[in-house]
């Protein structure tokens, strides 16, 4: 089929129910779907406040959430000279190390990323 096709509603007791689509169409919106977890991150009022002074929001969530960079670093098995070195703003700390300090902190590793 190389045709365009129109879209198809299909209904049941007199109501849409399900909509044929083009597999062109399908392929662009399940692509350029929003990821859940980026559609549900929140960020308080204080953490975004010290991300938009400069914090790192690693360093922003921390001090929010009340730990030291001691208590964090334990909680979350790595070194604190090594999350000294995150916390800077133009740190890029890999995936998995962000990974670690999420699950410490409670949070999703979007609420981490710059």
């Known amino acids: 089929?190389?045709?365009?096709?129109?879209?198809?509603?299909?209904?049941?007791g007199g109501k849409p129910a399900f909509a044929v689509i083009p597999w062109e169409e399908y392929q662009h919106l399940?692509?350029?779907?929003?990821?859940?977890?980026?559609a549900d991150v929140e960020f308080p009022h204080e953490v975004v406040a010290a991300n938009v002074?400069?914090?790192?929001?690693?360093?922003?969530?921390?001090?929010?959430?009340?730990f030291t960079q001691?208590?964090?670093?334990?909680?979350a098995g790595i070194q604190q000279p090594a999350l000294a070195r995150m916390e800077k703003p133009d740190a890029r700390?890999?995936?998995?190390?962000?990974?670690?300090?999420a699950e410490a902190m409670g949070l999703s590793v979007e609420q981490l990323r710059d």
């Not at 002074?53 to 009340?66: F, N, Q, T, V």
């Not at 700390?93 to 300090?101: S, V, Y």
């Open 70 to 75: 001691e208590e964090l670093a334990t909680k």
């Open 1 to 12: 089929m190389t045709e365009h096709t129109e879209t198809q509603i299909i209904e049941y």
């Open 53 to 66: 002074m400069g914090d790192s929001l690693i360093k922003a969530w921390r001090e929010y959430l009340g």
């Open 93 to 101: 700390p890999r995936t998995g190390t962000l990974k670690k300090l």
């Open 30 to 38: 399940i692509n350029n779907q929003m990821d859940p977890d980026e």
